[in-house]
């Protein structure tokens, strides 16, 4: 059975502390892997898709890697506005399913 | 508008009641989605269109009634709905390519309390 576990659940920050989430999967054929960003009360925002392990992928202060077993959300110097709840999702189909996680929440503090 | 636009954005609604989520999409792709979101749980996917035919219905409950009418808009009529039922439903919509992955673009949502 596809399976995607995030960790942590929950993550605190000082602003400007760096640190990385991660993204573990279990599945029979990965054909994507996504990151979105989630805020309160809203829709999930796309970040990222990585397709194959060694593949990176950057966006301000975001960085997201993949290996064959995990994914990692790196976040550098962080700010207050990157509070969030991170999203990693897999697809391993032609049916357009995804697969999310749990989901990290990320709060930065100035 | 643009994106992924769904109404209303709040809605609370007795068990007897009957009510319709909408979505609408405005990129032009051919593929959209529900989602169900409850607290402290994973984004559950409900229904799957694709080219406005179901392609995927994930065990979902017949209180929930799914309808596609054409690519670019697809509705989710809820009739004696209980109050675990209560959650943040989200539409989504993607281009599906021959073979390709293809990413999903989420609307806002709409938060639903069944009383």
């Known amino acids: 059975e596809d399976q995607v576990t995030q960790s942590p659940e929950a993550l605190r920050l000082q602003e400007g502390e760096s640190s990385s989430l991660n993204c573990s999967y279990t599945v029979s054929g990965l054909r994507g892997l996504f990151w979105y960003r989630q805020d309160p009360g809203k829709g999930p925002e796309f970040l990222f898709t990585?397709?194959?392990a060694g593949e990176e992928k950057e966006k301000e202060r975001l960085k997201a890697t993949l290996t064959k077993k995990e994914s990692f959300l790196h976040i550098t110097a962080p700010k207050p506005e990157d509070s969030a709840t991170y999203l990693c999702a897999v697809n391993s189909g032609n049916t357009g399913k995804l697969i999310f996680g749990q989901g990290t929440t990320l709060q930065v503090k100035p | 508008e643009t994106g992924v636009t769904q109404t209303p954005r709040h809605l609370v609604m007795g068990m007897t009641n009957k009510k319709s989520l909408k979505c609408e999409q405005h990129l032009g792709h051919n593929a959209m989605y529900w989602y169900k979101q409850s607290a402290k749980k994973p984004l559950e996917l409900m229904f799957v269109?694709?080219?406005?035919?179901?392609?995927e219905n994930n065990s979902v409950p017949s209180r929930f009634s799914p309808e596609c009418p054409n690519s670019s808009h697809l509705f989710l009529h809820l009739h004696t709905l209980q109050p675990e039922d209560s959650a943040l439903y989200l539409c989504?919509?993607?281009?599906?390519?021959?073979?390709?992955?293809?990413?999903?673009?989420f609307g806002p949502g709409t938060r639903l309390t069944v009383l």
């Open positions: 989504a919509s993607s281009q599906r390519g021959s073979g390709g992955v293809d990413t999903q673009y």
């Open positions: 269109y694709n080219f406005k035919e179901q392609t």
């Open positions: 990585l397709y194959s």
